[in-house]
Every structure is written in structure tokens, then in C-alpha cells.
């Protein structure tokens, strides 16, 4: 039987472990991931949040481990995404006095357009609350936190944040905390997890760690991964630093090839940045992940990203990253960060061209203009892929290009 997990006094973990998911929309989840739940005993039954449609039976197993399903009398949905809502006409079927609690408007809408007009909801607006018994939730907005319908739930009685997708990783284990899982591996899933779902309105996350800022909690649980309780203070901290998209002096080179030539003009890359004292990270793209190289985009000043020409284009490979990117670009473009279009050619430098122009679309400055090559790798042209880098690092301690 499936076991509900008691992270405070009466309030308990009643979510789902998905070992086996790997991609979550284009994002690999090599470490699968969890939909969490709770579940709040108090005079009134009250439960936060659901799970995948696949994941119900697991979430009313572990309910009824502690309390009969049908006592549950509100069930809070912060989210509408079906990873968090899906599972709410189980949870109706099994408790059909709920009353379902959801933002005002967009979430009552979202929640509506999936599930009908059958259930009984409450619409509540940012800073409104609702008394349980002995406890009041308190519920504030956090719009575009992915979603236009995000809120985050607060109950004071117990210093718990629950906060929806913000302070999430998709990490499944059979761990449920902070502390018991270790920083090191929660943070560096909680940064890929920014990176690839919440880094483009970092805008509004700022907004919302305002409005949260007066707020006394000393756990955060979020709807994915595991729950905050030792090092709250951290995530706060990588959040405040994340969202300023403040980059660090640090460079990723990012390529595919063909017959070696951008490759080589990739590794040359690498060694003048090295050369300029410059950390750099260096990804072929035939064996890494987009995702996982969003997580490093997440801290890079340059980015630096190269393709050959084929078929009078891009290469494919360079294609999807580059319309990744800019699905995962910040609206304002990314100030104090810089593009570095490269490539090699045979007759037509369209390969490279094509990456500066969507690097450019990404909202990245380019002030060490793009960088080609004819035909294969020599000596002299290796030479002066290096003088491209180190006369660009010039110009952008100059102070050229410094707005996007």
C-alpha cells in the first residue's frame, strides 16, 4: 500500500513518483519527476494541488492511507497544467462536495475548459484567503510563473509555502526532502529546471519573490521534486540571482559539423577564451542535449554557436537549438550577454549567417560579427578564429555592443 508522507503536523505528501518519465515538452528528465500533493487536516479536509491523470489512483491510495477521500472539502489548484490539475475528476469522483479553489480568472477558466462546469469553484483573487479551522491559507498570484493562472499558497499556521512550479525540479526519489537528498544534486536540478521552463519570465519572477518577500515561511513545497526545509534560504537566493539574469564571465561553444572544420573552429574557440582567463564549457550538439545546455545558457555571458552550411542552411541539429533558445529567451533580450555566430562554408555562407540572424532574433548582442571559414581547417585560418575571439572580448571591454 501506498504511503502518505507527513511533512508537518497534519500535513502530508500524497503526490505521485514518476521514476520512469525522461522528457517533459523537448526537456530531458534523466532523474524522472514527481507531481506533489498535499493533504491539510483541519476542520475542513483540504487538499493542495493533484497530479498526472496516470498518477490518480497512486494520489487517493496514499489519501486514504490517512482519511477517507470524500472528506476532502477543498481542493486547491494552483495550476491548471495537467501535470498539477489532471487528476481532479478522480478526486471529484471521490469527494463530490469539494468545493475546488483556482485563480481568478484565468485558472477558474483553464480549470473550467478541462473539467466542465459540473464541480463547484471558487475563484480567488491575489492576497484573498480562505479559514480551514485552525489555519487560513493565504493565496497570492504569481502570474506568468509559468503560466497566466500560477498562484502560490500560504499557510501561516504552519510557515509552509506551497509554490506551485516556482522552487520545483523534475527529480524523482524516494527521498522528500532538501536535506536527505543532498544540495549539491537539488540545486543543480533546480537550475535546469529554471532554465528550462521558468527562465523567460524571470521578469515576473522578480515580481513575485516581491510579493513574497514579507512572507514567514520556513519550508517551501513545491509541485515538483522534493520539499524545502534545510535550505530555504539557498533556493531564495539561486531564485534572486537567476531571475536578475545577471551572467557570470563564462562561455559555452555550442556546434555541429559536418567534416570536422567547425568542429575545429569550435575547439580553437575554446582555447582562446581559455586564453583570455574566460571559464568555458564546449557542447557538440550531436551528443548533447538542448536542455542541457539551456542550463549552462542560465550563467554564460557569450554564447557561441556554429554550423556549417547544408542545403543552404543551418544544420538541423543547430536549427533546433537556436529556436529552442529563443522560445526560452527573456521578452527585454539578454543584456550584458553576447552572441558569436561561426561556421564553415564550401560556397555559400548561409550555415552561419542563418545562426547570426536568429542569434540576433534570441535578442543577443553581436559584436564579434560572424566568424567563417572556407573549406577545411589550416593553421592560419585556426589563427584567426583565435584573433576573432580575443579582438571581440576587446571590443566588449570597450564597451561596444553592450545593449542587445
Known sequence: MLRAIEIKPDVYWVGGIDWNERNFHGYTTDRGSTYNAYLILDEHVTLIDTCKPSFADDLLERIADIIDPSKIEYVISNHVEQDHSGAIPAIMKAAPNATIVTSAPHGEK??????????????????????????????????????????????????????????????????HFDDEVGLPEVLAQAKKYYANIVMPYSRHVVKALGALSGVDFDMIAPSHGVVWRSHVAEILEEYQKWSS??????????????????????????????????????????????SDIMTEVLSARYIAVGSPTLNNGMMPTVAAFLWYLKGLSPKGGWKGRFGIPFGSYGWGQNGPEEVAKLLDTCGLALPFGTITHQWTEDEEGLEAVDAAILAGLERVAAGEGAES
Not at 164 to 170: L, R, S, T
Not at 255 to 262: G, K
Request: glycine share 6%; hydrophobic share 40%; net charge negative.
Open 245 to 290: 539574469l545577471e551572467p557570470e564571465d563564462y562561455a559555452i561553444v555550442v556546434y555541429d559539423s559536418m567534416w570536422h572544420t567547425t568542429e575545429a573552429m569550435a575547439h580553437q574557440m575554446v582555447e582562446a577564451f581559455i586564453e583570455a582567463g574566460i571559464s568555458t564549457r564546449l557542447f557538440d550538439l550531436k551528443v548533447n542535449h538542448i
Open 110 to 175: 483553464g480549470l473550467r475548459a478541462h473539467y466542465g462546469d459540473d464541480y463547484r469553484y471558487l475563484a480567488v483573487k491575489s492576497g484573498e484567503s480562505l479559514c480551514i479551522g485552525k489555519r487560513t491559507l493565504t493565496f497570492t498570484a504569481t502570474v506568468m510563473v509559468h503560466w497566466p493562472d500560477n498562484m502560490v499558497t500560504y499557510s501561516a499556521y504552519d510557515k509552509i509555502l506551497f509554490s506551485n512550479d516556482a522552487f520545483g525540479q523534475h527529480f524523482a526519489s524516494s527521498k
